[in-house]
Nanobody, 125 residues
Framework: VQLQAFGGGLVQAGGSLRLSCVASGSTFSRYDMAWFRQAPGKEREFVAAIGRSGSLTDYVDSAKGRFTISRDNAENTVYLQMNSLKPDDTAVYYC???????????????????WGQGTLVTVSS
């Protein structure tokens, strides 16, 4: 599957952005999907994940209550709605797909098989 992420940009603290990740080349509904981010000089960090049907989600603590992950299997797209953005949210955001069949969502990037190219989110103070 090929993934293309977009929707990043420059926003002031307290603002909102919605990231999108469009999948092609395979049956989108067969994959758990996730968003990761990597800030300058820092390691890649798990942000959120969503199961195949969309009923199961998981968030890093810093994203809970501010970010919402969702998916539209008919449109082969996963979204990350980000509200109340903070300067610490500044990073390149990547979408990823996990083709394995699991009962739980994974947080390690090493468990994901396919990655998008990343989209830059910059939050100014």
């Amino acid at each position: 599957v090929q993934l293309q992420a977009f929707g990043g940009g420059l926003v002031q603290a307290g603002g909102s952005l919605r990231l999108s990740c469009v999948a092609s080349g395979s049956t989108f509904s067969r994959y758990d999907m996730a968003w990761f981010r990597q800030a300058p000089g820092k390691e890649r960090e798990f942000v959120a994940a969503i199961g195949r049907s969309g009923s199961l989600t998981d968030y890093v603590d810093s994203a809970k209550g501010r970010f919402t992950i969702s998916r539209d299997n008919a449109e082969n797209t996963v979204y990350l709605q980000m509200n109340s953005l903070k300067p610490d949210d500044t990073a390149v955001y990547y979408c990823a797909a996990d083709r394995s069949s699991n009962l739980w969502l994974r947080r390690s990037g090493y468990e994901y098989d396919y990655w998008g190219q990343g989209t830059l989110v910059t939050v100014s103070s």
